[in-house]
């Protein structure tokens, strides 16, 4: 995100930068509609939850599905809550554009737990004892075209490996398979969007979107842009993988940039080969009903 929207954010909007407004009522009382989408809409399976130890902060590293609406993090959030109660706090660095475009949604979502997905937030939260899930390849990941939906993309981020490093957490994997078929994204037109806005043709709302997602999907048929959506109700399956520790933490460790690529790849690599396995079970569950 560039840092000029993150100043016209914190300039006409505080909303996302506290850990104040996360609400633990609002949250039960979103849970019995998380629970009906959970078990009749999306036919969640779900495993490798153990793996996250209570009362012991992590930060929880997600590879994005599905749209604006990216209906696998409430699923998994769901899991969370129902898991640990909501009394024990996890929060969601969510993109910067998002409070400045939906500010009455965001509004909401940061009564679940949202803060603006910054660095200064992402410290703020693990230095409170709390964990954060965090999804590092943001816009270009969650509209990624249709036939890399089995890929773990983080578009070379490495913010979240030196946050590990430096507050010396273990990093948990969560994957899932199937959210990214709640719509079907054919490609990403940024760079011909970008060169007609270079040409004189302005942004919506003066933000630069970052993607601009061609797709198909409800309500519109065929979305152009970031468009909200309405997932189809797509069978999903999300997995806990096992935490990755390092050899090395601290500040010395953060600045060491072959270190920190060498982490990064350790867990891209690692979420890759889970979510590949991931998706042979999937697809095995989802045929099995046909093969009878």
């Known amino acids: 995100m560039s840092k000029s929207v ?27 509609v998380w629970e009906w989408l959970y078990n009749n809409y999306f036919h969640v399976q779900t495993s490798g939850w153990h793996h996250i130890p209570k009362n012991q902060k992590v930060l929880m590293v997600g590879s994005h599905n599905g749209g604006l609406a990216a209906p696998d993090m409430p699923m998994m959030m769901y899991d969370w809550f129902r898991r640990f109660g909501t009394e024990q706090p996890v929060y969601g660095l969510m993109h910067p554009i998002i409070w400045k475009v939906f ?14 997905a910054h660095p200064k937030m992402a410290y703020t939260v693990l230095r409170s004892g709390s964990s954060v899930l965090v999804y590092p390849g943001g816009a270009q990941d969650v509209f990624r075209p249709h036939h890399l939906r089995g890929k773990v993309y983080f578009a070379d981020r490495k913010g979240f490996i030196k946050l590990a490093l430096r507050e010396k957490v273990p990093i948990v994997p969560m994957i899932s398979f199937g959210a990214h078929d709640t719509l079907y994204v054919i490609t990403d037109a940024y760079e ?93 569950r989802i045929h099995l009903p046909f093969l009878k």
Not at 12 to 27: Q, S, V
Request: net charge positive; proline share 10%; with cysteine.
């Open 6 to 32: 993150i100043q016209i954010y914190q300039q006409h909007n505080k909303l996302g930068w506290t850990l104040d407004l996360r609400d633990p009522e609002f949250i039960k009382s979103l849970m019995p």
């Open 103 to 116: 500010p009455s949604l965001a509004k909401i979502i940061a009564k679940t737990g949202a803060v603006v």
């Open 192 to 284: 011909l969007v970008s060169q007609l806005h270079e040409r004189g043709m302005p942004w919506f709302l003066g933000l630069d979107p970052i993607v601009f997602p061609i797709y198909l999907g409800l309500p519109w048929g065929l979305g152009l842009g970031p468009l909200p959506h309405i997932p189809l109700p797509v069978p999903m399956h999300t997995r806990v993988c096992p935490p990755i520790v390092f050899e090395r933490y601290g500040r010395e460790a953060a600045c060491d940039r072959n270190y920190v690529a060498q982490c990064y790849e350790l867990v891209r690599t690692q979420m890759q080969l889970e979510l590949d396995a991931l998706a042979r079970v999937a697809k095995t």
